[in-house]
């Protein structure tokens, strides 16, 4: 017996691609000279044949529909199959069942090379043991499916968001199994045979395999001296992870809580400048303990990409490096309050930092730790450049005078992959 099997349409199921088709048919309107349509006309170009919808919708003829498609697909393949998201919650749902044992696939009407292409992009194809794709999405999900189908699967499921789906998998005799955050209504799926519902990626995964657990995320933090452009990254990359179907968190530190936030307020006083080294380190350990617990645990555990600006790693650069306390003790200090919980990466903004500082006092009044003499901004630095000669596998390092595109693009390639990575 070869067990439990899941097969999964693509568009509307796993990946939601409407901003490509919408930018490829607006192009193919363009080229053949024929007016740009609104949204609401281009939504209905989501599921049925082009060469049908270029010539319903926008009133061209046979002969100018199959140019159309031509012109489409030009773009399409190149860069419209990209301009696609993965949904919230479809990568813990696929990590939640592979680790329960279920095998899986992909049946589509799209072609099979924007199939793989799509799947490889967002770091998916692994997931799938097969995928059964055709020309023409309508009528043949049932000889997808059975093509991919082994015979002595002990249970099987479609998975998909149209009637096409359910009715596919009825004719081919596994559960159909709706999921309504796609395309199609609850409608639609239930009067087309849906046998149970998902409203979320989540509800597939414990319908299929009542009781699963939701997969760890991961943490990750961004560091850098002051004025590096960790705030405007942060954003960045977040959008990013996003398309890719991680579900992101941020918080920051110090803070991040409200008892945590308390403590913020104390340590960027300027008018608390008595303050000793070692009541710092100690007061931004205590709030760091407090967010560990309140914040980054549960959000990890809850399958969340937890993004923080800053983490233990300001504290060794800034209290070790800055205020002269020694990596070692700063680490000491940081034991009770982090346990075992240090990001899966980190990514370093990696800028001078008297360019740092120039950015930073043309942005805005400086806090206690950014009014410090230069001196302690050059040992802050350099406490970052150790700790990353000490373990350099858990950084990214990029070069923080590059373009905000080019900065950006970096972190990503490299957050992407190591968080693929874990994934398996
Ligand atoms: P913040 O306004 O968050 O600075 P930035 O926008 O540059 O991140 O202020 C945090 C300040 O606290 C910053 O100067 C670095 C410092 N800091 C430490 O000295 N030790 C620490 O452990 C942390 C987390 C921050």
Redo the contacts with the bound molecule.
Sequence with gaps: MSGKWVFFDLDGTLTQSEEGIFNCVKYAAERMGFPVPEEAVLRKFIGPPLIHSFQEYLGMTEAQAWKAQEVYRERYTTVGKFENQVYPGVRSMLRALAGAGARMGVVTGKPENSTRDILAHFGLIGFFEGISCAADARAEKEHLIRAILPEDAEEAWMVGDRRFDMEGGTAAGVHPLGVTYGYGSEEELRTAGAERIAHTPWEVAEIICPGVRKPAGAFLSVEGT??SG??TQIGLLTRTLEKYGFEVVHS???GGTPIAEKIREI??DRGNGEMCAET?ALL?AAA?AQHVREVIRPAVAAGKVLLC????D??VA??GG?RRLGVDRVLAINEPAVGDTLPLMTVYLDLDHRIGLQRRSRAAEL?R??AEEEDFHARVEAGYHELISRNPARYAVVDARMSREEIAERIASAVLSRLMEAEH
Excluded at 309 to 312: C, I, K, N, V
């Design positions: 002051d004025g960790k705030s920051r530190e110090p340590l960027l710092e931004y760091r600006d800053r983490f233990l300001s504290s800034y209290q800055g806090d730790l950014e």
